[in-house]
């Protein structure tokens, strides 16, 4: 056997195995099962579906293509080359497509239990809800959002739009990952949606130049300030939908002592203790006195700036005295996305404001706990209510916890 045959007769193995491999992506269960796709509201999934089988189609075609390539170079052997690039470029399509796949198999085999399912079906109907309610007023489209369970101390998201592993695949939702210690605290989901929410508006850039506004007067602050707009956006968006427990979430987040005074050069979010402060300003900002007063005190007794790098003490130190200014940039700057109008106007924080929340509670009454109703017309303003009392109470914090599971599934807490 020739030398060109030997090779084209190789490729064509290779070949086979990868094509062979790929024909079982067009079967969805092969990533995850019957019961987690049928899990997935028709709206989320079957856009989801779409994409992936519309990906699934362009990569066999790939293959095809390439099957044509190594055929034809049996008989040419000018066309070894091109065919040998033609397996190698169908073999690393393949792993692109495989990976794609599996994030979206993998988030929704999430749902491995039936009080999993109802959580995450819970969390995708709120998690949409948050950014509805600002989108669409705006004449803006509002994507279905997919939420699964992660691992690690934080949630992300992937927005929707943007260009997937895959050649070719745009993410049809936006997928918000909720990491198990918040899975009954999900105030993170709603830093996710704002980051969806400042993508489309145009926020972030809106809050970038305000800050550097606000801060004019002193260089280093402003370009210490300005690059975590984005960050800061989606902190101020959970924040107006769950107020203090966003806060108190947060801080549960980034109080990690080795990592609280950390700048990570090009990090987009702000130092930890920074963040901890803006929120319980925020608070004040909207609501006066309250539990963010103890919190911010218990802060800076435990972490004085002193403990932070000599290079970054002091503009921790010119950035706290700056707190209430930059709250106030944060809730009231007019951003041209938004109309004209502040966050604060198009979401008003004083809804979950500790006395709203207890104004709920007493007259809802024991039903606001058990009742669908209420879950479905006000689950973000719940979120925020169990949140505030686990942060108010926190020797009672296991019961909110048990109390959250149990009206998020509609099952009973071991715990509680």
């Not at 606000?214 to 769950?242: C, G, H, K, N």
Request: proline share 6%; glycine share 8%.
């Amino acid at each position: 056997m020739n030398e060109h045959r030997l090779i084209a007769e190789e490729l064509e193995r290779q070949l086979g195995h990868w094509l062979g491999a790929a024909q079982c992506f067009v079967d969805a269960e092969e990533f995850a099962s019957r019961h987690a796709w049928e899990s997935v509201e028709q709206a989320i999934g079957v856009p989801v579906r779409r994409e992936l089988a519309r990906t699934v189609e362009q990569l066999l075609e790939a293959g095809r293509r390439t099957a044509a390539a190594v055929r034809a170079s049996r008989l040419d052997p000018a066309g070894l080359a091109d065919a040998q690039a033609a397996v190698q470029q169908f073999r690393r399509r393949y792993v692109q497509v495989e990976t794609t796949l599996d994030f979206f198999g993998q988030a929704v085999n999430t749902r491995t239990s039936s009080h999993l399912r109802t959580a995450l079906q819970f969390l995708d109907s709120v998690a949409y809800q948050s950014i509805e309610q600002v989108l669409r007023p705006l004449g803006l489209p509002v994507p279905p959002v997919l939420t699964y369970l992660g691992e690690g101390l934080g949630a992300s998201i992937l927005r929707v739009g943007i260009r997937l592993w895959a050649p070719g695949t745009v993410n049809p939702v936006a997928a918000v990952k909720i990491v198990r210690h918040n899975l009954y605290r999900p105030t993170s989901l709603f830093h996710e949606t704002g980051h969806q929410v400042a993508h489309l508006s145009g926020w972030n850039d809106t809050l970038a130049s305000a800050l550097g506004e606000t801060l004019a007067d002193d260089p280093a602050l402003r370009a210490m300030w300005q690059p975590w707009s984005s960050e800061i956006a989606a902190d101020v968006y959970a924040f107006v939908l769950t107020g203090y427990a966003s806060v108190a979430a947060l801080h549960d987040v980034v109080a990690d002592e080795r990592t609280f005074f950390r700048w990570p050069l090009g990090d987009p979010h702000p130092i930890g203790w920074l963040r901890t402060l803006l929120g319980c300003a925020m608070c004040r900002h909207a609501y006066g006195q309250g539990p963010w007063d103890r919190l911010e005190r218990a802060v800076l007794t435990t972490y004085p700036p002193s403990r932070a790098e000599a290079t970054t003490a002091p503009l921790l130190v010119r950035s706290h005295r700056r707190m209430a200014a930059l709250a106030a940039t944060c809730l009231e700057t007019p951003v041209p996305g938004f109309r004209g109008r502040s966050i604060r106007a198009l979401v008003d924080p004083g809804r979950v404001s500790p006395g709203a929340l207890a104004e709920l509670e007493r007259a809802a009454g024991p039903s606001l706990w058990r009742s669908p109703h209420w879950r479905r017309t006000d689950g973000i303003r719940l979120i925020a209510l169990a949140g505030l009392r686990e942060a108010e109470s926190p020797e009672r914090a296991s019961e909110w916890v048990g109390r959250a599971r149990t009206w998020m599934t509609g099952q009973e807490s071991v715990a509680a």
